[in-house]
């Protein structure tokens, strides 16, 4: 069974600077995506970076955070990081870490507990 869990979030004032992690536990796929996903209040969970496998891995991000916001991932590890730059009050949310995994035919999603990000005007 997969875990995640979630480190770095905090309040920080705008154009401050994050870096989340999420450690995986359990088996994990370098063909599995990783990524990260944010949970405002009252809103639907929304992408905010996925990457493939490490080795040549791609980066995909929500336009919101394009520039500013940049995914990587250590296999050895089990890790996925985001580093956030020049950060705004709206991108205050929940963010989650998430494993995506195609096997044998079928999706499966694996979801972190969260880690709250507050950003203060």
């Known amino acids: 069974q997969v875990q995640l869990v979630e480190s770095g979030g905090g309040l920080v004032q705008a154009g401050g600077s994050l870096r989340l992690s999420c450690a995986a536990s359990?088996?994990?796929?370098?063909?599995?995506?990783m990524g990260w996903y944010l949970q405002a209040p009252g809103k639907q969970r929304e992408l905010v970076a996925t990457?493939?496998?490490?080795?040549?891995?791609?980066?995909n991000y929500a336009d919101s955070v394009k520039g500013r916001f940049t995914i990587s991932r250590d296999n050895a590890k089990k890790t996925v990081y985001l580093q956030m730059n020049s950060l705004k009050p709206e991108d205050t949310a929940v963010y989650y870490c998430n494993i995506n995994r195609l096997w044998l035919g079928k999706t499966y999603n694996y979801w972190g507990q969260g880690t709250q990000v507050t950003v203060s005007s």
């Open positions: 359990g088996t994990i796929f370098s063909s599995d995506a």
């Open positions: 990457i493939t496998s490490n080795s040549g891995g791609r980066a």
